[in-house]
C-alpha cells in the first residue's frame, strides 16, 4: 500500500502542477503520431533498458515469490512515480529547451540533465557511482527520443518499464 500511495501521490502532483502552471502546458507534449505505436515503443525500449541492466547485475525476476499487491504496489509506483519526473524533464525542460536547440539537441539535453540531477542517489543513497550516473543518462536519453516522437506519454511508460524491471524483486 505504501508504494502506492508514493504512486498515487506524484501523480497528484502532476494534477497540480497542470493546474497551477497553465502557462507551461505548451511545452507538454503529450502525445505525438499513433497511440500504439508509441504504446509499443514505450514498453519496447523500457524493457530493452530495464532487462539489459537487470541481465548486466546479474538478477532476474523473482515474480511468483512475491504477493500480488506487493507487485501492484510496486507498478503504481513505477508508473506514477516516474510520470512526475518525465513531466518534469521531458515535459517542461524538453520542451524549454526546443525553443532553443534542435528537438535532438533537446532530448540529449534534457537526458543529461536527467543523469546530473540523479547523482546524489549515484553517490550516497546507493553508493553505485558512476553506474548510476551512466545508467540514468541512458535511460534519460532514450526518454528523450521516446518523446520527441510518441510525446511525454510514451517517455513515461519508457521511463516506468524501465524502473519496473529495475526494482522487481531480483535473485
Keep these: 500500500p505504501l ?3 508514493l504512486g498515487i501521490a506524484s501523480v497528484l502532483g502532476v494534477l497540480c502542477l497542470l493546474a497551477i502552471k497553465c502557462n507551461m502546458r505548451p511545452l507538454l507534449v503529450w502525445r505525438q503520431g499513433s497511440l500504439v505505436s508509441g504504446g509499443a ?9 530495464g532487462l ?3 541481465s548486466l547485475s546479474g538478477f532476474t525476476p523473482l515474480l511468483p515469490d512475491f504477493a500480488p499487491d506487493f507487485i501492484l504496489g ?20 524538453q520542451g524549454r529547451l526546443e525553443a532553443f536547440v534542435t528537438p ?10 536527467f543523469a546530473a540531477c540523479h547523482s546524489y ?4 543513497v546507493t553508493d553505485g557511482g558512476w553506474p ?8 534519460g536519453i532514450a526518454c528523450g527520443f521516446v518523446r520527441v516522437r510518441y510525446g511525454v506519454w510514451a517517455a513515461a511508460l519508457t521511463h516506468g518499464t524501465t524502473i519496473l524491471l529495475i526494482a522487481m524483486p531480483m535473485a
Excluded at 548510476?132 to 535511460?139: P, R
Design 104 to 113: 535532438l539537441r533537446a532530448a540529449l539535453l534534457s537526458g543529461l540533465v
Design 41 to 49: 515503443v514505450g514498453f519496447g525500449t523500457g524493457a530493452v533498458i
Design 74 to 93: 510496486l507498478v503504481v509506483l513505477a508508473y506514477g512515480g516516474n510520470l512526475l519526473e518525465e513531466v518534469l524533464f521531458r515535459g517542461y525542460l
Design 3 to 5: 508504494l502506492a500511495a
Design 132 to 139: 548510476i550516473l551512466a545508467f540514468t543518462a541512458i535511460e
Design 52 to 54: 539489459s541492466a537487470a
Design 121 to 124: 542517489l549515484a553517490i550516497t
